[in-house]
C-alpha cells in the first residue's frame, strides 16, 4: 500500500544519510503497519504532483504531549517519489492511501 500526504510546512526530520521521519498523521497503528515498504509520497496541496517521498521504513507512535497517538513515518528518500500526481477521489483530508499507484 502507498500514501499521499499534504505537507504544505516540510516538517521532515533527517535522522541519517538519506533517511527523514515525517510526523504527527493521523491514522491507526493496523493502517501504518499496512505501509511499512509501500511508498510515501508528499504534497503541498492535493491536487499538485509530489514534491518528496521515499519508501516507508517503519513508524512510531507518539506517546505523549500534543501529539499522542499520532503517527511518525520513517522514509528513505527516493528520487522517483517526486512529480508524481494522483487523482480527485480518495482524500480523506490530507490523507489518501492506495492499493498500487494509478
Not at 500514501?3 to 493496523?30: A, C, M, R, T
Not at 528518500?77 to 490530507?94: A, M, P
Request: charged share 25%; proline share 2%.
Amino acid at each position: 500500500m502507498n500514501i499521499h500526504l499534504v505537507e504544505p510546512l516540510n516538517h521532515f526530520v533527517k535522522l541519517q544519510d538519506n533517511v527523514w521521519e515525517s510526523g504527527s498523521w493521523g491514522l491507526d497503528d493496523s493502517q501504518a503497519k499496512k505501509l511499512v515498504g509501500g511508498k510515501i509520497y508528499f504534497h503541498k496541496k492535493r491536487q499538485e504532483p509530489s514534491f518528496y517521498g521515499g519508501t516507508i521504513l517503519g513508524y512510531r507512535v507518539h506517546q505523549d504531549g500534543e501529539y499522542q497517538g499520532k503517527i511518525v513515518f520513517q522514509l528513505q528518500h527516493s528520487q522517483s517519489c517526486r512529480n508524481v500526481s494522483t487523482g480527485k477521489s480518495g482524500w480523506n483530508k490530507v490523507i489518501k492511501i492506495t492499493e498500487l499507484e494509478q
